[in-house]
């Protein structure tokens, strides 16, 4: 997910900060991959509140590496 922009923010959920966009209920189960490329199709997408995003924004981590802890996700 992070290649296409989106943040880990906790277990299934991610956020997208170039589009603002929370994706929830994001785990395998709800995202297949259809020519190399993730596509949700029982995920969430909401914008979040002013409160989630401030949340969100601490939880999320700022560089590539982190991201590649939670590739599994």
Do not use: C
């Not at 880990?8 to 785990?27: C, E, K, M, P, W």
């Not at 401030?54 to 590539?64: N, Q, R, V, Y």
């Amino acid at each position: 997910m992070a290649h296409y922009g989106y943040h880990f923010v906790s277990s299934g959920a991610y956020y997208n900060r170039n589009h603002d966009i929370l994706l929830t209920d994001a785990f395998p189960r709800n995202v297949r991959l259809v020519d190399g490329k993730p596509i949700p199709f029982d995920a969430i997408a909401s914008i979040p509140t002013a409160e989630a995003k401030a949340w969100i924004l601490k939880k999320i981590k700022p560089t590539p590496a982190a991201y590649r802890l939670h590739q599994g996700d």
